[in-house]
């Protein structure tokens, strides 16, 4: 009886670890599928890489550093052409 209890455990144990890999596998497999399911939405969406974002958010506080210093450039110009308001 105990030779049949020991096996009978076995083979529950082997069922067990058979179910474990089965699950692990299954999971990776649903993962995949999300995986690729997500990155075609975000596609369709014409959603921004990160680096994309982030090259476009460089360029912009460039051009606004450039367009303030041609602002100063243009009043300091418009300063000097202009006569001075005559005092009545």
């Not at 067990?16 to 497999?29: I, K, L, T, W």
């Not at 596609?43 to 680096?51: A, F, I, K, N, P």
């Not at 476009?56 to 303030?68: D, P, T, Y």
Request: charged share 35%; glycine share 4%; hydrophobic share 40%.
């Amino acid at each position: 009886m105990t030779q049949t209890n020991s096996r009978i455990f076995d083979d529950f144990a082997r069922l067990m670890n058979d179910a474990a890999g089965v699950a692990s596998g299954v999971r990776r497999e649903a993962e995949t599928v999300m995986r690729s399911q997500a990155e075609r939405i975000l596609r369709e969406l014409d959603v921004v890489t990160r680096e994309e974002f982030e090259t476009v958010k460089e360029l912009a506080a460039a051009a606004r550093e450039e367009n303030e210093r041609l602002e100063a450039r243009i009043a300091a110009l418009e300063a000097k052409i202009s006569p001075p308001d005559s005092l009545g």
